[in-house]
């Protein structure tokens, strides 16, 4: 008849690679294109429009040309294949576009969640709470790094997407017919990825500082716990063994009490180290600027200077027992030459007495009473020392 047929496809609005830049926005472009398949799908399609004008000719008594009709028909179906074809992959950028808001606004709210804990100024105090609190913080860090791994593998998902559309440039015979909304698209996902990406740095060292606090809360919890323990140890042996002294009866009583020390004395000397490594443990916490280290530097110290005084009196007794062992041995021996002179001078036999004889005795007299003399002074010191201790 002469009469010919046009086809006239029209860009899609919005834009082929048109992004919502919100959850809200990308559901809405969602919903509007799902709606349009929806009618798309409730519309005659252009090949059953194009054969049901044949039929109205022909029932006119025109007679169009069989082979033109088929060739119109074949490149009117290909022309709508084509349609329905670039309608998926927009609809497939759009799925793309609300999975990653979605899985953006998970992320951002496990930040959230993470940040108010890095800004939480509360501070455990026993282990335990501070264990379940230190790890309840490294939770909330697992959370938010798994949901932003997810959140960057959406934006890969989508980038690669829009790259290939990027590189293809077109979606008929135009040149490069969507390649610059294709490029600003690209631009604009890698703007929210490095937006997410600076935000979770910036929170990252957040969570350094606060983890750091709280593991030297923790730190210090244990280490005030140890001093308890060794103030505890100091409490028990002194009230057991040092609140009361004496320096023994004979010589023997002395050293049994001079054993009793020296076993004292490795236990001391024990409490005394651990004592000093939390000492240092606690300076060195000082010196990273912890938030509490110079009150328990002060208390280390305290505890540290009650263990040196603790071991400082078992050694001190020591001695006083190694001198009063001492006193005893030399006393007990000049008791016993004092009895033998006894002995002698009673079973002697009286004679005139002798100019000879008298050299030797003045001299055994001086001998005694410069040995009694020296074992009294070990006594006097002895007795003063031991009025001195508690």
Not at 168 to 183: E, Y
Not at 298 to 320: P, Q, T
Not at 325 to 336: E, G, P, Q
Request: glycine share 4%; charged share 25%.
């Amino acid at each position: 008849s002469g009469e010919k047929l046009y086809i006239k496809v029209a860009d899609l609005l919005p834009k082929f690679t048109f992004l919502g830049p919100s959850l809200d926005d990308a559901l809405k472009l969602q919903n509007q294109h799902d709606e349009l398949l929806r009618q798309i799908q409730n519309m005659p399609t252009p090949l059953e429009e194009f054969y049901r004008k044949i039929q109205e000719k022909i029932a006119s008594n025109e007679r169009p040309n069989p082979t033109l009709i088929e060739e119109m028909a074949a490149s009117l179906n290909a022309v709508w294949h084509d349609i329905k074809q670039m309608l998926a992959e927009r609809r497939e950028i759009v799925v793309l576009n609300v999975a990653f808001f979605e899985r953006l606004g998970e992320a951002y709210g496990k930040m959230s969640s993470l940040e108010v804990a890095c800004n939480d100024t509360m501070i455990p105090i026993e282990i335990d709470a501070v264990r379940e609190f230190l790890e309840s913080f490294r939770d909330l860090r697992g959370d938010m790094l798994g949901a932003v791994a997810a959140t960057l593998k959406a934006g890969q998902q989508m980038l690669d997407r829009l790259r290939v559309l990027s590189e293809i440039g077109t979606l008929d015979s135009r040149p490069n017919h969507i390649k610059l909304d294709a490029v600003q698209a690209i631009g604009q996902v890698e703007s929210w990825l490095e937006d997410l990406s600076n935000r979770r740095n910036q929170l990252e060292q957040a969570w350094i500082s606060r983890k750091t606090q709280l593991e030297q809360c923790l730190t210090l919890a244990i280490l005030a716990k140890q001093l308890d323990e060794i103030e505890q140890c100091l409490t028990r042996v002194r009230s057991q063994t040092l609140s009361s002294f004496t320096l023994g009866d004979s010589a023997e009583q002395a050293d049994n009490l001079l054993e009793t020390y020296q076993n004292l004395k490795p236990e001391a000397a024990l409490l005394r180290d651990k004592a000093l490594k939390i000492t240092k443990t606690t300076e060195e916490l000082l010196t990273s600027g912890c938030f509490a280290g110079d009150e328990a530097c002060a208390k280390a110290y305290s505890v540290l200077n009650a263990c040196s005084e603790h071991l400082e009196e078992i050694d001190h007794r020591e001695s006083l027992l190694g001198q009063s062992r001492n006193f005893f041995t030399r006393a007990s021996a000049i008791l016993k030459r004092l009895d033998q002179v006894e002995l002698e001078v009673a079973g002697a036999t009286m004679r005139p007495a002798s100019s000879n004889d008298l050299p030797a005795h003045q001299k055994l007299l001086q001998d005694i009473r410069e040995t009694i003399g020296e074992v009294l002074q070990m006594g006097y010191s002895l007795v003063d020392d031991v009025g001195r201790t508690k």
